[in-house]
């Protein structure tokens, strides 16, 4: 009986001296370094406005597909929390922040206009990069064909 009491004492002793020793341990790697920043995000300072838009010197940042949505969304809210109006420059991007100010350039007809980032998507696949409002498509003269093939780049303002 004293013997199942001693190795009853003498395991919970070696539980304890097990878990100090781990507890007391060092670890001497340095810390993991900050992520790289997303694709297409600039980590240069921001623009000459001081806002949170990402300043890019790149020719062009993205290549695809926009399509457009319009009247169907109007005053529905974006996921920036604005409600959607579609006579105005906007546009929705799976990745840039909310804010952000890109040149869309129509690749046929060298067409531009520039939008604000103000909602996510495209969610259609088929590689589509950018929803645009439907004044923005009416500017690059896409809202019969409904897709055009575009060059993205972000800038610093309208």
């Keep these: ?18 878990t100090g020793v781990g507890c007391g341990a060092h670890d001497d790697r340095p810390p993991p370094k900050a992520p790289a920043s997303p694709v297409g995000v600039s980590s240069e300072p921001r623009g000459p406005s001081g806002s949170d838009t990402p300043h890019s010197t790149k020719a062009a940042d993205q290549v695809g597909l926009a399509s457009w949505y319009g009247n169907a969304f109007a005053g529905r809210k974006t996921a920036n929390g604005e409600r959607f109006d579609p ?68 800038v610093d303002g309208p």
Excluded at 2 to 15: A, E, F, K, P, Y
């Design 1 to 18: 009986m004293l013997d199942n009491r001693l190795r009853g004492v003498g395991g919970i002793l070696l539980m304890i001296a097990v």
């Design 87 to 154: 006579s105005k420059r906007t546009a929705a991007h799976r990745s840039l922040p909310f804010g952000t100010w890109v040149e869309v350039r129509r690749v046929d007809t060298g067409r531009t206009v520039r939008v604000r980032i103000t909602d996510r998507g495209p969610y259609a696949g088929g590689g589509r990069i950018i929803d645009v409002s439907k004044r923005a498509a009416e500017e690059l003269d896409m809202v019969r064909t409904g897709v055009t093939r575009v060059e993205l780049r972000v």
